[in-house]
């Protein structure tokens, strides 16, 4: 009886362990995932930002040559 106890003691460990690990794996999973999320929409954010400053630049330039040529 104490052998059957011992061996399903340690399968019983091993069996939790590898339970440990598949759990650990998903959750590693989910938080690459979300980081490649965060990561994507920071790309995005400075793109959106870049083409906002790109467009404030060309009005602002723009606004200024209008000004330098009806001070002409």
Do not use: N, P
Request: charged fraction near 15%; hydrophobic fraction near 70%.
């Amino acid at each position: 009886m104490s052998g059957f106890l011992m061996a399903a003691g340690r399968l019983g460990g091993i069996a939790a362990l590898i339970a440990l690990l598949v759990v650990l794996v998903k959750q590693l999973i989910v938080f690459v995932g979300f980081l490649m999320f965060a990561l994507k929409a920071v790309i995005v954010i400075a793109f959106v930002a870049l083409m906002l400053l790109i467009v404030i630049t060309f009005l602002s330039a723009r606004r200024r040559r209008r000004r330098e040529a009806d001070e002409i």
